[in-house]
């Protein structure tokens, strides 16, 4: 029986390492942290409150077949649909305007021609866009990125948007939301919930295919796990041990191991040898190529790992506030936004609070946390009930461009009550002195505690263009010119956010090898 170990157990290693375990494969995932689900995870904090490591709103993963192929229903996975999905207000008045966006296009453009009237017409225009391109996506993503699939997909009708899609790959999402989006409130908005994540600028080529996250909403809708984030990778743990996959946590890899042109296995940092058939890398593919292949690369991967060796290495590029609290958040242009639009409850989606496009561009050069920042406003409980902690909600802040090193360290940073501040400043008495505690997580605990190195989340952004070329192959392939060893995770293709895409193509991948074998 052919041996695996997937390194790192994200929703992307457990999604791979699961197909695998099912297709009869023995498979062990090492995962360095106390318990699996990474970035997706949830976790005990705060005296007795589960927060989400991340944000807790998933789409493309709801886009995929991982769900219904893994049978995590039966492992507990169960979804609440967020309906509005999604608040946009502006930092610079508190009088200011607002946007919402409801799974019902008709109803989001009948809110539009009341807040924005004049963009209802692009409003509509972008749709009929976008939404062929949202579809091609996530057909292109479903599968390993090869010529073959793509020319098979331009043989077919609904490939009529494969033009745009490659267009729109390689333009800024400023630049492709312009064409339909006059106002820049709106722009800034669809920046902040989409590409801004991925640590780029609005201007930022290649970023333009970050321009379909408001017609993906629409398409697919946004949805929540029952018990956090985390409750995902919790299922996809539960298949991959019924299936007869084994995870061992505690366990840190050091190197990758080579006999001749093969993988033999990875050494962990205690000294043990964990020998194997085969290796799939979730994590940070720098850390896998540079760190754990050299300093001297085996036969064959020398032009990898000194392509990699090349690259600079990034700074992270954001921060999370959780907090306890008794008092919800409720931002006066949300609370006239609802008198205007009709009743909705304003407390269900993530709320933006972002600056001027201007401002954003500014942040992104200065290398400091804006003076007003791109934040990321969400009250998870109040969807979720089973979030609560006994008579109070949970808030989770976001807070985007939060460079890795700020003078004197993040440690005795007055930064994070400043957000706190900001946000009471923003939703009037009383909210402050609800606050029951608090805690922050900064790219210096990003990197200590998920070895982010400098606190840097990687994400594949060569687009569906570099797939199909098969541009850093080990990125759009998954395989490495290292027999055996291959990479998976939010740095390959289709890249970050919780996807598992990246995972279910790279379990192809490997079964197709192991077939040839």
């Known amino acids: 029986m052919t041996t695996v ?24 995932v090492l995962e360095a942290g106390p318990d699996t689900g990474g970035c997706a995870a949830t976790v005990d904090a ?66 539009l021609a009341v807040t924005h009237p004049t963009q209802v017409a692009g409003y509509r225009r972008y749709l009929a866009d976008a939404t062929p391109v949202a579809r091609l996506l996530v057909e292109l993503t479903s599968t390993p990125p090869t010529p073959g699939r793509v020319l098979r997909k331009l043989a077919d009708r609904k490939a009529l948007a494969l033009p745009r899609l490659l267009d729109w790959s390689r333009r800024s999402v400023a630049d492709v939301l312009g064409r339909y989006l006059t106002d820049e409130f709106l722009v800034a908005g669809a920046f902040t919930t989409g590409p801004a994540v991925w640590g780029v600028a609005p201007s930022t080529p290649g970023t333009g ?50 006999e ?20 799939v890398s979730s994590v940070d593919p720098r850390t896998t190529v540079v760190d754990w292949l050299g300093p001297h690369p085996p036969s064959g991967a020398e032009a990898m790992v000194a392509r990699w060796t090349g690259r600079p290495q990034p700074d992270g590029y954001e921060s999370k506030l ?52 791109m934040a990321l406003v969400n009250t998870p409980s109040v969807l979720d009930p089973t979030m609560r902690v006994g008579a109070d909600h949970l808030l989770s802040l976001e807070v985007l461009w939060t460079p890795y090193a700020v003078p004197g360290g993040w440690a005795s940073s007055a930064e994070p009550q400043r957000w706190l501040d900001l946000l009471a400043a923003q939703v009037g008495p009383g909210f402050a002195a609800g606050i029951r505690r608090w805690r922050v997580v900064t790219p210096e605990d990003y990197e200590r505690d998920l070895g982010m190195p400098r606190g840097w989340a990687p994400s594949f952004s060569g687009g569906p263009l570099a797939a199909l070329v098969g541009r850093d192959r080990e990125l759009t392939r998954y395989a490495t010119p290292v027999r055996g060893l291959y990479l998976t995770g939010a740095g390959t293709f289709p890249g970050a956010g919780v996807w598992g895409a990246s995972g279910r193509n790279a379990a192809a991948v490997v079964l197709a090898g192991v077939q040839r074998a």
């Open 5 to 28: 170990v997937v390194v790192g157990g994200g929703h992307n290693g457990l999604v791979c390492a699961a197909y695998l375990a099912r297709a009869g494969l023995d498979v062990t």
């Open 46 to 111: 705060l005296d007795g409150a589960r927060v989400n490591i991340c944000n807790c709103d998933h789409t493309m993963v709801r886009t995929t077949t991982i769900a219904d192929e893994l049978d995590l229903a039966a492992h507990g996975l169960r979804y609440l649909d967020v309906d509005p999905q999604a608040l946009h207000v502006s930092w610079d008045d508190a009088a200011g305007p607002a946007f919402v966006q409801f799974r019902d296009t008709e109803r989001t453009l009948d809110a």
């Open 209 to 258: 295919l970050g321009a379909t996250g408001i017609a993906m909403r629409h398409l697919v809708g946004i949805g929540r796990p029952v018990g956090g984030s985390g409750a995902l990778p919790t299922a996809l743990r539960g298949a991959l041990e019924s299936a007869g996959g084994v995870v061992r946590t505690g366990a840190r890899v050091a190197r990758v191991l080579v």
């Open 260 to 279: 001749g042109p093969a993988v033999r296995g990875v050494l962990l940092d205690t000294g043990e040898e964990v020998r194997a058939d085969v290796v």
């Open 322 to 373: 959780d907090a306890v609290m008794g008092t919800l958040p409720v931002l006066p242009q949300v609370a006239r936004l609802q008198d205007r639009v009709g009743p909705f409850d304003g407390h269900v989606p993530t709320t933006t609070l972002a600056p001027s496009l201007t401002s954003i561009e500014a942040a992104h050069g200065a290398g400091t946390v804006a003076a007003r920042p």
